[in-house]
């Protein structure tokens, strides 16, 4: 697909990660329409793209649990655009603590906006996406914690987990429709992502963690300071959104780990004959995913 003229919307689309994706989709030539929350990072994007002598994107205020509003800036977008063509999900919060400390509230709010603001983004604008029939792209930004679990991240890994699955569940539905869909997945970043814990709306305030410390927080976010540049992140997205790739890493020193998680989960199948019935049906299963991706609409019936 030619980005030229295309347009995309991108929540938290004014920092991090976020800013990383909407510069390097501007600088392919697609129109923006990006999502905020914090009104010093808006203007900050803002003079970014009036420095470049860019349009500048359309900006609008939005929570992405919010789903009477993300309804809204759907219309918004597709109003001001006439078509949209490509959607990132990018939101997400950093939190992390025991998980056998949990509350309720650590749940519903990690989960709300991490898996939660993908489910709304998709609901929101796939139906915009499908109307002009031209095709294009949706990213689901997840990250390493949706391949490796970690002592203190239980929640926030569950929930790159679950947007892992849907993303890969999503490709096939979508495919028919001349819609690609990835899976992004970002390693050590230089962001502010690591201060989300400071930011625990009201709503969510009873955790089951201990009180934020900002001063131990400060010093893990002196972590992200070895991270990648947010644009380069945002460039290796573009590049896999262009060759259609369900999967885009873009980090290379996780090699280690990926071979490790194979050699265990190859060494875990029990080592022992399988019976004809059980061989055909999921023979049944690989040949329906390899028609969903080559854009065959499939169902329940080709399972059997």
Sequence with gaps: MSWENKTAFITAGVSGIGFGLARALSNAGIRLALSYRN???KEAASRWFADQGREQ??????????RARFGEVADEVADHFGKLHVLINNAGVSVFGPTDEASYADYDWIMGVNFGGVVNGLVSFIPKLK???EGGHIVNVASMAAFLAGPQAGIYT???FAVRGLTDSLRYNLAPHKIGVSLMCPGLTRTNAWDSALKRPDDFKDSGFAPADKSELEQFGTAFDAGMDPLEVGEKTLKGMTENRGLILTHPEFAEDFKKIYEESVAALPNEEVPEG???IEKLRRDTMKAAEAGIITGLSDLT
């Design 158 to 160: 569950a929930s790159k």
């Design 39 to 41: 009104e010093e990072h």
């Design 57 to 66: 994107p359309l900006f609008v205020k939005l929570d992405v649990q919010d």
């Design 278 to 280: 059980r061989l055909h």
């Design 131 to 133: 109307q002009h029939g």
